[in-house]
């Protein structure tokens, strides 16, 4: 008998992973959604083996259960549905913040497995008319094991991941990882929407330059999506932003002094930086 | 006779006028340059009709004259050839700060007719061998005229950037290209280098997303080149640079705070501002 892989939320990350692990050794992929468009539109493009509106129904028997909804809705279907998890079961998310998930499923019992999960893949669109099962090509599966989570549990994650296409799996810490997201990808959404905020902005309409576009690519946001992501990263959010503004603060300071020479020197140590990070490593070589 | 053209600075923007500008009416199109291996590089390859490295040769006999310099460099090119130029003549420059050199061409004789320009054209390489023709394609060319610029000078500068390939020639004045600049373009690098003063620069290697890369991607910047552009723009820049502070510190308040409501309508507005700045337009329909 089939062991299942119930993965709940059908959007643009969960609708992928239901395409990219179909087949995935012993395992039939069963898709959960509330939508009754999203859950047509899986059943008649192949999205999961098969796809059920009752989660209930289905995740008593889950082996595995992966959930891929929106940072608020993993916290709340953890509490909701803590007491139907099979015993022995592994539940993994998919969600870009990973402290506030971590804690939110101490509410699991005990005989219950929690892996935090964060395939870094995406694109900017949304909704499983978009998902497609090789978004997750060449991409970092990163890893935020319990101290007590299961070595057979870990092993399958790492097997599922290169099912799925991903180029690694990096294990982190729920701190840790998000002290990255803060800095590689949150604060740049702050950037961005913070320069769109500027009275300037229409003004300039056809006279951005390319650094314009690439820094405020991002501000057209998700905005639920987004708000929670910012408020269950809080602490990181804030300290990368105290960090940025004591940065920018820096370089303000050196340019109202109209000290050439400092800011020559301000501008060398950080252009170095860039450079530095920029040589030819093996995650740029592909 | 031909009337005469003279280009002073064949580096990208220098090289690439004097390759596009041949064969614009009846000028001769003469480059000056102090570096010999540019000047070898740009007499092998057709860039101009002719190239010299001495200024003083042909400067007294130029109808028009190009200054493609470093801002600095045209600055102290006005105030050592302030009696060189043929009554008559039009100057005019391709710097991307206007106010300082507008200031710096008070020193020309009133016989000498002095235009601020700023072709919006570029990449990220310098030097002439990097020059070509086509980059002025579909770009804008500011101009900054003064209150006694003479007509038919304006309307050359207008026939010359149609023939350069810009799309369009805006007239503005030296304050409010000044306050452009610093929002489109010279804030987005001062971000860029900020974000790369942060101590996990290094730490995030691999894992930087794309809009990591689209923010960050300017900071290697011409250390020299940037230093000038920033220092002799500095009142608008430190303007633009504090409305950022507001901004982001904004945004930190309402983070900060917790308002799960109060950061979605902030959000909320900064991306519908961000949408409606990228409906199609008339600059955006190319």
Not at 178 to 206: E, K, N, W
Request: aromatic residues 6%; proline residues 5%.
């Amino acid at each position: 008998m089939k062991k299942r892989l119930v993965i709940v939320g059908l959007g643009l990350m969960g609708g992928s992973m239901a395409i990219a692990l179909k087949g995935f050794e012993d395992f039939e992929i069963v898709g959960v959604d509330v939508s009754q468009p999203t859950l047509r539109y899986a059943a008649e493009h192949g999205v999961g083996d098969w796809v059920t509106e009752r989660a209930a129904d289905v995740i008593p028997q889950a082996d595995v259960v992966a959930l891929a909804l929106h940072p608020q809705g993993i916290i709340d279907f953890l509490t909701a549905n803590r007491d139907q998890f099979k015993p022995g079961a592994l539940v993994w998310d998919v969600c870009g913040v990973k402290s506030a998930i971590l804690e939110a499923a101490q509410v699991l019992p005990e005989t219950v497995d929690f892996i935090g999960c964060h395939p870094m893949a995406g694109t900017e669109f949304s909704g499983v008319e978009h998902a497609f099962g090789e978004m997750f090509q060449g991409s970092h599966f990163l890893m935020v094991p319990r101290p007590d989570s299961r070595p057979e549990h870990i092993a399958l994650l790492e097997r599922l991941a290169a099912y799925m296409g991903c180029k690694d799996v990096c294990r982190t810490t729920g701190e840790d990882h998000d002290a990255l997201i803060a800095y590689t990808s949150q604060i740049m959404h702050i950037i961005a929407v913070a320069v769109c905020d500027d009275p300037d902005l229409f003004a300039c309409r056809g006279f951005e330059g390319s650094s314009f576009r690439g820094c405020t690519r991002v501000a057209a946001l998700d905005v639920g999506l987004w708000t929670q992501l910012f408020s269950l990263n809080r602490p990181a959010l804030l300290a990368v932003l105290d960090r940025l503004l004591g940065n920018l603060q820096a370089y303000r300071e050196v340019l109202a002094a109209g000290d050439r020479a400092a800011l020559a020197e301000k501008l060398a140590r950080s252009a170095a930086r860039k450079r530095q990070m920029d040589l030819p490593g093996p995650d740029l070589l592909k």
